[in-house]
């Protein structure tokens, strides 16, 4: 039975935080009296369903139900999580949070807010111990972050339970052991954006100026290294030490007016809100979102590939709904082998339009690597100095698959032995063969650097399968070679 998220208030956070959870496979109410909520949610989830599944590599859970509450208590109902995105007024919040605890007292509620304290919140609240901050970025439904702030009355637990909620839709709970104004991100976004409105105001430079100082440099350092291993690094070879010795004085200098603010008026918002116009002015909301959108999904599965910052938490929600699939039988059941669930990603098309000619075999290996940890062959064996190595494959380009396209791939294991593994890799679109590959595989010793028998716990796994699929009808394509006509 899918669990129910509550969200209260439906705005651009709001709706994040509702897409988010609806594709992770939550039923979710929405309350919120704006008239256009509905409409406005429903453009969120668009740009959510057009984006978040291409930074996984496993086919998303069945979509949650969406419905929309008249009343908080209506939405509440049920739920086994409450995230509460209304505006930024105490005395709203703490109203929204009585009605919530009326009629459910003990569910677990979460504030976006991202200037109040938890105790504040906690105010006068029938159970303040299951209200605190749980401050997430835009767009919610892309950006992992999530800070969760508790308060000496949150009991240790809840607080857990409340961060194993967030990493089960895939998001990152920062634990912020001190309540502070405005948490940790938003005190330094502060920072950085008072002295930004200083920058135009004394006429240095421009919103588009500053915007392309962020972008094409530090911005793209902060968004795999952060601010200190930056730093670090800036040290060279003696470090952080070496740095604040040799940066460490600047801070003296009177560089910034970080403890002042200019005065805001009509003249300071004029300034700003023009020269923003003319930088972005021709672009909708809309049309900016997917723009953004788009860029993050591509920075975002670069840092996949490579396991580092907000990548590893993209590889670590995929391996825990790879094991989940596992424990249900929906991965290595069947024969053939059901070994590999896979989405059609942006990076994987060609001009054409279709997936590029290289990610049909990618998908093979991705299907056969499933197959070999399966057997045992895994990368704690590979460590251990043995790995099975692909001698030969044929591929066979049987359809187009195109972008957002799930695929599954199956493993027919034709024959083996001691040494050798002869496997017939399908990668299926809709149940129908898109591409096949043939492949024979040696098992070697990677010291010696030559074929040797797989160790006997391997075999022990592998050679039942073999068995087992001897009785599968063979298919047509094995043994063909290139060009060879059909029959």
Request: net charge negative.
């Given at each position: 039975m899918a669990r129910k998220a509550a969200i209260i208030g439906g705005g651009v956070i709001g709706g994040g935080w509702a897409a988010r959870f609806l594709l992770n496979g939550w039923d979710v109410a929405v309350f919120d009296p704006d008239p256009q909520a509905e409409r406005k949610i429903s453009e969120v989830l668009a740009n959510a369903r057009a984006s978040l599944p291409a930074l996984s590599d496993i086919p998303m859970p069945s979509e949650g139900v969406l419905s929309f509450a008249g009343t908080i208590t209506e939405a509440v109902e049920g739920a086994d999580y409450v995230q509460e995105s209304v505006s930024e007024r105490l005395e709203l919040k703490h109203r929204v949070f009585a009605q919530i605890q009326q009629s459910a007292p003990n569910v677990l509620i979460g504030s976006s807010t991202s200037g109040f304290k938890p105790s504040e919140l906690q105010e006068r609240a029938a159970n303040p111990g299951s209200i605190f901050v749980a401050h997430p970025f835009n767009p919610v439904y892309l950006l992992p972050l999530a800070e969760v702030v508790p308060s000496p009355r949150n009991p240790p637990e809840a607080v857990e339970r409340a961060k194993d909620i967030l990493r089960d839709i895939g998001m990152f709970p920062l634990h912020v052991r001190k309540e502070i104004d405005a948490h940790i991100a938003d005190r330094f976004l502060e920072a950085v954006w008072r002295e930004a409105l200083w920058l135009v105001k004394d006429g240095i430079a421009t919103t588009e100026e500053i915007d392309e100082a962020i972008r094409m440099g530090f911005g793209l350092r902060w968004g795999q290294m952060g601010l200190f291993e930056t730093y670090r690094v800036a040290g060279g070879e003696a470090g952080m030490k070496h740095f604040m010795a040799q940066f460490g004085p600047c801070l003296q200098w009177p560089w910034t007016k970080l403890t002042d603010v200019p005065e805001f008026n009509d003249g300071l918002v004029d300034l700003i809100a023009g020269q923003s116009d003319a930088q972005s002015g021709h672009h909708t909301i809309r049309e900016l979102e997917r723009i953004r959108d788009s860029n993050l999904i591509g920075f975002l599965r670069a840092l996949k590939d490579r396991n580092w910052g907000a990548g590893k938490v993209l590889r670590a929600h995929d391996d825990k709904r790879k094991a989940a699939l596992h424990a249900e039988g929906k991965i290595g059941d069947g024969a053939p082998l059901v070994m590999a669930h896979l989405r059609v990603l942006p990076g994987w098309i060609d001009y054409n339009g279709h997936m590029t000619e290289s990610r049909y075999l990618f998908a093979g290996s991705e299907t056969c690597d499933n197959f070999l940890r399966?057997?045992?062959?895994?990368?704690?064996?590979?460590?251990?100095?043995?790995?099975?190595?692909?001698?030969?494959?044929?591929?066979?380009?049987?359809?187009e698959a195109k972008l957002g396209d799930a695929l599954t791939g199956t493993v027919q294991v034709l024959g083996a032995d001691e040494k050798r593994l002869h496997l017939f890799l399908s990668i299926l679109k809709d149940g129908a063969p898109v591409a096949t590959v043939e492949q024979i595989l040696l098992h070697v010793d990677m010291k010696a650097g030559k074929s040797c028998p797989a160790a006997p716990e391997v075999l022990a796994k592998l050679m039942p399968i073999a068995e087992a699929h001897k009785a599968l009808p063979r298919p047509e394509a094995v043994g063909r070679h290139v060009g060879q006509r059909k029959s």
């Open positions: 399966l057997i045992g062959a895994d990368m704690d064996y590979v460590a251990g100095g043995h790995s099975y190595y692909t001698a030969e494959s044929h591929v066979m380009h049987l359809d």
